[in-house]
């Protein structure tokens, strides 16, 4: 018999001469049937060693065999890791997925990952606190799940997407190192990266700065990736550091994968002045503010080995790119002598040509890909994009590697057409660099009426992401820490005086009785679990995980629940609203669930 537990195989010996009744156990045993054994450990014979296993040394050799517990068999093969399983089944079934040993692998190499995490903080003073669950219900980017009280009726609590208030809180309250690993929630859609619950390394630290935070942090990231995974080399220590500005000027992204090259190159200054003949360059570069600066952009991307491209591959990134906002493609191939051909050149001529040839520093077989557009931003998102989906599709990334990466002071804020007000890009907490300070003004001079032309616009936040191999792996600022100066930035979200007090007030009032300055970050543990574990899902790293619906198919949830439990909350359910069929007289977060009072 082959023995499983979570350490691994161990073979079992029944010798019918020397144990007859173990025998006849034994002989009525079948696949995953949960066993008692008690024998002898001894060598196994001399030529039948098994030096696949930890174990393949050894043998135990039993004198009793009792069954605990029979099983039926398994929807799928157990011992058979790469035998190809539809996931909805392995999440049907996830307590039997779990014995199958890559999806027990990573839950074990996930446990020595918060393990580690632990370790680090507690060697560097910090406390470890757990915050509560039931909070009160802010904006904070995303829905919230939210918890009618029975004790109280027609009132809710709302799960928290982070424990950002309290965190900060526990600063005024004098605890300078805070650490928790913390259970989070966030009524979204989900995709590879996102789940409705999820854990993150929650952090916050007093006295300190951004290059304090980001120093601490990056200590933490290199110990912590040593332990869990040391056979993985670090790309560049210490981290790349580049500000939001260069992160998309050269990537496209704000969590750029460094694995490989392929930057984004500006051809405005190589088309040079007047008319490039190609109408759809040219009208982007007629476009420009007030002042005759250029708001449009023409930028490239070189693609290695991509010349021989046909023209339904072709047809297909263009396609992509139209998927996230360009217009369309533009392309030039280089031939083996470095010469130039493209569909344009007929417009732009062979100088021209040539000239985009050497700004994109394309060599021999190369494809070089152009997007123009007259928004700036549009052109960096869908190159960045594209040149993360062909920097997979290339190959060009080492798997094995860690590129980890700083992006740093963010724009504080951007406009929101439909609630004509500034959004916070990370969080409504985040500090602003000293010198943007007296940025955070409206032109109208009514901090109560923000407009788009507003100074606050330009400032910038003293935010800063950490990214991994393309993917942001955690995200944090410097706080804003007096009172005064976070009610100027929530009058520029919009907030009145009476709204801000009603959402925010424990904090403000906090922030009356002396708050230091303090900052901090949170790492998406999921995210930094599944990339340790060379996974694009974090569900994969995940023990009992929703679907891309929110559902979980073992425990069949979510469910509808008892009428006595509608009646206790003083609830019922009238409907999901829409357009058409508008739910009458229900709250804002009421019409989203359907639920009246």
């Known amino acids: 018999i082959d023995l499983r537990d979570r350490y691994g195989l161990t073979q079992i010996v029944i010798n019918e001469a020397e144990a007859p009744e173990a025998a006849a156990v034994a002989r009525a045993v079948r696949?995953?049937?949960?066993?008692?054994?008690?024998?002898?450990?001894?060598?196994?014979?001399?030529g039948t060693e098994n030096a696949k296993l930890a174990t393949g040394a050894i043998e135990v050799q039993a004198g009793s065999v009792e069954i605990l517990n029979e099983a039926q068999t398994p929807p799928f093969y157990i011992n058979e890791p790469d035998a190809p399983v539809d996931e909805s089944l392995r999440l049907r079934y996830r307590y039997l997925d779990i014995r199958r040993q890559p999806m027990l692998d990573r839950l074990l190499q996930r446990s020595e990952l918060v393990r580690a995490i632990r370790d680090a903080h507690h060697r560097a003073g910090f406390v470890e606190i757990e915050t509560p669950i039931l909070l009160k219900s802010t904006p904070e980017g995303a829905r919230d799940f939210i918890v009618p009280s029975r004790l109280q009726p027609g009132s809710i609590y709302a799960l928290p997407q982070s424990p950002q208030q309290l965190k900060q809180l526990l600063m005024v309250a004098g605890i300078d190192r805070y650490f928790q690993i913390a259970r989070c929630?966030?009524?979204?859609?989900?995709?590879?990266?996102?789940?409705?619950?999820?854990?993150?390394?929650?952090?916050?630290?007093?006295?300190?700065?951004?290059?304090?935070?980001?120093?601490?942090?990056?200590?933490?990231?290199?110990?912590?990736?040593?332990t869990v995974v040391p056979g993985r080399p670090i790309q560049q220590l210490p981290f790349p550091r580049m500000d939001y500005h260069e992160a998309m000027e050269r990537f496209g992204s704000d969590k750029p994968d460094l694995r490989f090259g392929m930057?984004?190159?500006d051809l405005v200054p190589t088309l040079g002045e007047g008319s490039t003949g190609f109408r759809v360059f040219d009208e982007v570069l007629a476009q420009s503010d007030a002042s005759g600066v250029t708001l449009g952009r023409i930028k490239a991307i070189a693609a290695p080995g991509m010349a021989e491209s046909s023209r339904s591959q072709i047809d297909e990134l263009v396609a992509f790119v139209r998927r996230y906002g360009a217009k369309g493609l533009a392309h030039v191939s280089v031939a083996a002598d470095g010469t130039g051909h493209s569909p344009i050149a007929k417009f732009l001529g062979d100088d021209r040509i040539a000239a985009i040839v050497k700004a994109a520093a394309a060599a021999p077989g190369d494809l070089i890909l152009i997007v123009?557009?007259?928004?700036?931003?549009?052109?960096?998102?869908?190159?960045?994009?594209?040149?993360?989906?062909?920097?997979?599709?290339?190959?060009?990334?080492?798997?094995?590697?860690?590129?980890?990466?700083?992006?740093?002071?963010?724009?504080?804020?951007?406009?929101?057409?439909?609630?004509?007000?500034?959004?916070?890009?990370?969080?409504?907490?985040?500090?602003?660099?000293?010198?943007?300070?007296k940025l955070l003004v409206t032109a109208s001079g009514d901090p109560y009426v923000p407009s788009r032309e507003d100074p606050a616009g330009q400032a910038r936040a003293m935010q800063y992401d950490i990214a991994l191999n393309g993917w942001e792996l955690g995200g944090g600022s410097v706080r804003?820490?007096?009172?005064?100066?976070?009610?100027?930035?929530?009058?520029?979200?919009?907030?009145?005086?009476?709204?801000?007090?009603?959402l925010f007030g424990g904090i403000l009032e906090a922030f009356d009785y002396g708050a230091p300055p303090h900052g901090g970050i949170a790492m998406g543990i999921d995210r930094w679990a599944a990339l340790f574990a060379y996974q694009t899902n974090i569900r994969e790293v995940m023990a009992f995980p929703k679907t891309q619906s929110g559902t979980d198919l073992m425990l069949e949830a979510p469910s509808t629940p008892e009428a006595a439990q509608y009646s206790e909350l003083g609830l019922r359910f009238v409907g999901v609203e829409t357009p058409e069929a508008p739910v009458a007289g229900a709250a804002d977060q009421g019409n989203q669930l359907g639920v009246g009072s």
């Open 31 to 46: 696949s995953e049937f949960v066993l008692e054994i008690i024998g002898k450990v001894a060598r196994r014979l001399s």
């Open 263 to 265: 930057e984004l190159v």
């Open 185 to 226: 929630f966030r009524d979204e859609d989900l995709r590879g990266d996102r789940q409705p619950e999820f854990t993150q390394l929650d952090l916050e630290m007093s006295f300190v700065d951004e290059q304090r935070v980001m120093d601490f942090v990056e200590a933490m990231i290199v110990e912590v990736s040593r």
């Open 372 to 437: 123009a557009d007259a928004d700036h931003e549009r052109v960096a998102d869908v190159l960045g994009r594209l040149r993360q989906e062909l920097g997979l599709r290339l190959g060009l990334a080492d798997p094995k590697v860690l590129a980890y990466c700083w992006v740093f002071h963010f724009p504080m804020y951007k406009w929101d057409v439909e609630g004509k007000r500034w959004d916070a890009t990370h969080n409504p907490f985040s500090g602003v660099l000293p010198e943007d300070e």
């Open 480 to 502: 804003i820490h007096k009172r005064e100066l976070l009610e100027s930035s929530f009058a520029l979200q919009g907030y009145s005086l009476e709204k801000m007090h009603s």
